[in-house]
């Protein structure tokens, strides 16, 4: 018990105490300071509509805060077990053995990082982005080392590890195009009816128009109807938003105009049994 009085030895624990609370606040603070700099870095590049370089920006900030935040604590754990006495020597060469029995086992977790890391330098998405991955689509929320994290439009989360992902489908990179097809009967003019859609769609205002309308023509005559083919530009995945707005309006000035929605019709034929002749009803 002579060691609870022994100052030397009160001392040199004291100083081990000190160097490992600063080891823990130093990592801490390190990760705190890293992460803010990215922050005020792609704060200051930030817009409303990210350009490319921006955009990437963003995504590897989120990366690069992973990869500090487990360098930090990867060294930080090696300082304190130092501090503690624990000789890393062979802690090393046993971890190098295990290390290389586990990888063996772990190659599927090495193609998640490698494809993580391709999926960002060849700028394929990123996060805000809105993609299709296999049967998963939805809103980049989080490009991890391991995973990609999705948000649906109906809220469900999709963690997909990043090997898995050999097909993308990027709705984000350029401009939509809304389509609409317009109804109308055969028995009204056509021509008519062009101009009156023409003249709605040259009137609307959207913010996410990117080119004004354009009303192509007929796309098809069906059985009961000709449709009239609307295209417009616009912003990218606002196109089903703009294409009820379009319409809406569209229908508005049909029926102002005395224009309905086409209807099914149905045509019999009768015949006369002694003139042998076809009457149609």
């Known amino acids: 018990m002579e060691w609870l009085t022994d100052v030397e030895t009160w001392q040199r624990f004291g100083e081990s105490a000190i160097r490992i609370a600063l080891i823990i606040v130093i990592t801490h603070l390190l990760i705190w300071i890293v992460n803010k700099s990215i922050d005020r870095i792609l704060s200051n590049k930030q817009t409303s509509r990210l350009p490319m370089q921006t955009r990437r920006m963003v995504t590897v900030g989120r990366?690069?805060?992973?990869?500090?935040?487990?360098?930090?604590?990867?060294?930080?754990?090696?300082?304190?077990?130092?501090?503690?006495?624990?000789?890393?020597?062979?802690?090393?060469?046993?971890?190098?053995?295990?290390?290389?029995?586990?990888?063996?086992?772990?190659?599927?977790?090495?193609?998640?990082?490698?494809?993580?890391?391709?999926?960002?330098?060849?700028?394929?998405?990123?996060?805000?982005?809105?993609?299709?991955?296999?049967?998963?689509?939805?809103?980049?929320?989080?490009?991890?080392?391991?995973?990609?994290?999705?948000?649906?439009?109906?809220?469900?989360?999709?963690?997909?590890?990043?090997?898995?992902?050999n097909e993308v489908t990027n709705f984000s990179l350029r401009n939509s195009v809304a389509v609409v097809d317009v109804s109308i009967g055969y028995e009204e003019d056509v021509d008519r009816a062009t101009s009156i859609i023409q003249a709605t769609v040259d009137k609307l205002e959207d913010e996410n128009l990117a080119k004004p309308p354009e009303v192509l023509g007929i796309q098809?005559?069906?059985?009961?109807?000709?449709?009239?083919?609307?295209?417009?530009?616009?912003?990218p995945n606002t196109q089903h938003a703009l294409a009820r707005k379009i319409n809406l309006q569209v229908k508005k000035a049909l029926v102002e105009n005395g224009m309905d929605t086409p209807y099914p019709r149905m045509v019999t034929y009768h015949r006369d049994e002694r003139s042998g002749e076809r009457n149609g009803a």
Request: glycine share 14%; with cysteine; net charge negative.
């Open 63 to 165: 990366l690069l805060k992973n990869i500090v935040m487990y360098a930090c604590y990867l060294i930080g754990g090696m300082l304190l077990m130092s501090e503690l006495g624990i000789q890393l020597g062979p802690l090393l060469a046993g971890a190098g053995i295990v290390g290389l029995a586990i990888g063996f086992g772990a190659q599927s977790l090495v193609k998640d990082i490698i494809t993580g890391f391709f999926i960002i330098l060849e700028d394929q998405f990123a996060v805000g982005d809105v993609i299709q991955a296999g049967q998963f689509k939805g809103t980049v929320e989080v490009i991890g080392l391991r995973t990609t994290r999705l948000l649906s439009w109906t809220g469900e989360i999709f963690i997909i590890p990043n090997g898995m992902i």
């Open 220 to 235: 098809l005559m069906g059985a009961t109807e000709v449709k009239i083919r609307i295209i417009a530009e616009c912003l």
